[in-house]
Each structure stands twice: as structure tokens, then as C-alpha cells.
């Protein structure tokens, strides 16, 4: 089956350390994105790559790092720096950049920081 | 900016009943707009898309949408909701990086 899968599916984090997010995609997308959500606030934008070895920061980037070596794989490393990070994250991924095309969905990895 | 608000943080119908949620954008070209719908800890899954030509948009599960460039609307309809429609509905518009998302309209369907 052709689909995104994130994992883990929760995630529990203590302070100060980092941890990364797993994102894989077998839809031959070119583009990736990482989303945040949090309760009212919709999704915002954290990173996305448009190709292999590309990446450029979203809204709300502070914090967050990401790397684009395979074109199926878009890990999200959430920092010590980030001052917030409990929160669902969503990667997604479509055929084409911005926009214009649809985009598809992974299930989420809600983190938790202790 | 490309932005898109809507109205409503709650609605709540009862099954059978129709529905509609709203969708306002705020952009001066025509739109991309998306009514993408999410699960209790689920990821989103798209339900429709407006890009051009009809303005009236069939998508999946029974839902449609219509654009209204004079109102800047995009609103969601069912005439006949169900149970499992119970979810978090979200409007977004496309912007050169990606989509921009409304709050969210969390829908409560009573029996």
C-alpha cells in the first residue's frame, strides 16, 4: 500500500534533550513538509523540501531541523532549543511544491515533553 | 498574505440533519482551496479541492463545497450527516510554499 508512516506514534521527551521524528513516504512525492498542531490553532508550518538535499524553513522554524537525503525519508529533529515542543506533529507530502497540488497526510507522533 | 478563517469553533447537528461549514479566504487571484477532515489523533485526509471551472466541487464521503468568489466563500456541505461524520474539519488555501490552514471546525453529531 502507497502511503506516508510516521513514527513513533507517541513520543515522550525530557527536558533538554533532543529527539527526531521519523517520516517516510513510498507515493514517489517530491515534496515533504512538517506541520504542528496544537489544540485551536490549526497547522502551522514548520520546515519543507521540494527536492533531495533541499529544505527551507516554514512559519515556525526556531527550534526545529530537519534533513532531506532520500526522497522518501523527511526526519524532524525537535531540539533543546525549541521552548515549546509538546504538541501533534504531521508530516505530509505531494507531487509537486506549494499549494497546487494535494497534499497527503501521515497518521502523527504526538510528543510529550516531561 | 493567502489565508483562510473560519467562523465557527463548534457546530453540533443531528444525524440526518444537513450541514454546512464555513470558509472564508483572503487572496486576490483565484484560490486553490482544500476541506481536508481529521480524526480524534489521526492525521488529515482529504476530502476536496477547488483549483478552477465548476464551482461547485464534489468530493468524498458524500461532501461537496462551492466557491463564491463575490463572498470569498468556500463552504462545506452534506445534506445528510452521519454519525462518523464526527470530526475536525479544516479549510486551507494554497500558498507558494504550501497550504495554509484555517482552526479547524470541530463538528459534534447528536442522535
Known amino acids: 500500500d502507497g502511503g506516508i508512516t510516521q513514527s513513533p506514534k507517541y513520543l515522550f521527551r525530557k527536558e533538554g534533550q533532543n529527539v527526531t521524528l521519523s517520516c517516510e513516504q513510498n507515493?514517489?512525492?517530491?515534496?515533504m513538509y512538517w506541520y504542528r498542531q496544537d489544540p485551536g490553532q490549526g497547522l502551522r508550518l514548520i520546515y519543507y523540501?521540494?527536492?533531495?538535499?533541499?529544505?527551507q524553513k516554514g512559519d515556525i522554524a526556531e527550534g526545529y531541523s530537519v534533513s532531506r537525503e532520500k526522497k522518501e525519508s523527511f526526519p524532524l529533529t525537535v531540539t533543546s532549543a525549541q521552548k515549546n515542543p509538546t504538541a501533534f506533529y504531521l508530516c505530509?507530502?505531494?507531487?509537486?511544491?506549494?499549494?497546487?497540488?494535494?497534499?497527503?497526510f501521515g497518521p502523527g507522533t504526538r510528543l510529550t515533553v516531561l | 498574505a493567502q489565508s483562510v478563517t473560519q467562523p465557527d469553533i463548534h457546530i453540533t447537528v443531528s444525524e440526518g440533519a444537513s450541514l454546512e461549514l464555513r470558509c472564508n479566504y483572503s487572496?486576490?487571484?483565484?484560490?486553490?482551496l482544500f476541506w481536508y477532515v481529521q480524526s480524534p489523533g489521526q492525521g488529515l485526509q482529504l476530502l476536496l479541492k477547488y483549483f478552477s471551472g465548476d464551482t461547485l466541487v464534489q468530493g468524498i464521503k458524500g461532501f461537496e463545497a462551492e466557491f463564491k468568489r463575490s463572498q470569498s466563500s468556500f463552504n462545506l456541505r452534506k445534506p445528510s450527516v452521519h454519525w462518523s461524520d464526527a470530526a475536525e474539519y479544516f479549510c486551507?488555501?494554497?500558498?507558494?510554499?504550501?497550504?495554509?490552514f484555517g482552526k479547524g471546525t470541530s463538528l459534534l453529531v447528536t442522535p
Open positions: 487572496y486576490g487571484a483565484t484560490p486553490y
Open positions: 523540501s521540494q527536492i533531495v538535499n533541499d529544505f
Open positions: 505530509a507530502s505531494s507531487p509537486g511544491t506549494g499549494g497546487v497540488r494535494s497534499q497527503y
Open positions: 486551507a488555501v494554497g500558498t507558494p510554499k504550501a497550504l495554509n
Open positions: 507515493l514517489n512525492h517530491d515534496a
